[in-house]
Nanobody, 115 residues
Framework: QVQLVESGGGLVQPGGSLRLSCVAS????????MHWYRQAPGKQRELVAT???????NYVDSVRGRFTISRDNAKKTVYLQMNNLKPEDTAVYYC?????????WGQGTQVTVSS
């Protein structure tokens, strides 16, 4: 059983920055790949960024160069640093990990980019 709790969302102007955090309650966090997804109103949930257990990262093209995923295994936390935010980044952001056949999700945190 893995519990994920996101925080850090909010309202920001275009060009601004936010840092999302996701704390995991699990014994073996360092072994897990961790992901950030987002879902905008009326759209499908999309994978935004992934970090492997070894620290390798991958991003969807629309955020590459603006977003950075990182992890602190001692704190069992994964971060998403979001810079140069655009209105199209507005969505609920979810933390996710997969343990065997089971996917675990946080409750989501709202990010709104608007002037």
């Amino acid at each position: 059983q893995v519990q994920l709790v996101e925080s850090g969302g909010g309202l920001v102007q275009p060009g601004g920055s936010l840092r999302l955090s996701c704390v995991a309650s699990t014994r073996i966090f360092s072994n897990y790949y961790m992901h950030w997804y987002r879902q905008a109103p009326g759209k499908q949930r999309e994978l935004v960024a992934t970090i492997s257990s070894g620290g390798t990262t991958n991003y969807v093209d629309s955020v590459r160069g603006r977003f950075t995923i990182s992890r602190d295994n001692a704190k069992k936390t994964v971060y998403l640093q979001m810079n140069n935010l655009k209105p199209e980044d507005t969505a609920v952001y979810y933390c996710n990990t997969q343990v065997g056949p089971t996917g675990y999700w946080g409750q989501g945190t709202q990010v709104t980019v608007s002037s």
